[in-house]
């Protein structure tokens, strides 16, 4: 069964850092997808950041390039996701998800969800 972990989450100000971990376990972590969404009340969960645990290939959405990094540490099997710079939008629950297929994650339909971790960024 696979199993995600999202933790690393809390309340920061406007320009802080915080650090996101998606431990994940239940399946073979060095030949899969990987994605962060994040979800606002009335809004559909959307992909802002994916990597390949295969290649460590990355994707970024605009709104966050040059201030978030994902990483992945396949000997831990977790992914990171290192967010600098927050302001008050990024504010959102934060859900990662895992795919064989990256085509699945990029369509946001992929079958292993966690729980989600709030990230509230005050101004």
């Not at 994650?105 to 005050?122: F, R």
Request: hydrophobic share 35%; glycine share 12%; net charge negative.
């Amino acid at each position: 069964e696979v199993h995600l972990v999202e933790s690393g989450g809390g309340l920061v100000q406007a320009g802080g850092s915080l650090r996101l971990s998606c431990a994940v376990s239940g399946f073979t972590f060095d030949d899969y997808s990987v994605g962060w969404f994040r979800q606002v009340p009335g809004k559909e969960r959307q992909l802002f950041s994916s990597i390949s645990t295969f290649d460590g290939s990355t994707y970024y959405a605009d709104s966050v390039k040059g201030r978030f990094t994902i990483s992945s540490d396949n000997a831990k099997s977790t992914i990171y996701l290192q967010m600098n710079n927050l302001k008050p939008e990024d504010t959102a629950v934060y859900y990662c998800a895992a795919d064989a297929s990256s085509g699945r994650i990029l369509l946001g339909v992929a079958n292993d969800w966690g729980q989600g971790t709030q990230v509230t960024v005050s101004s």
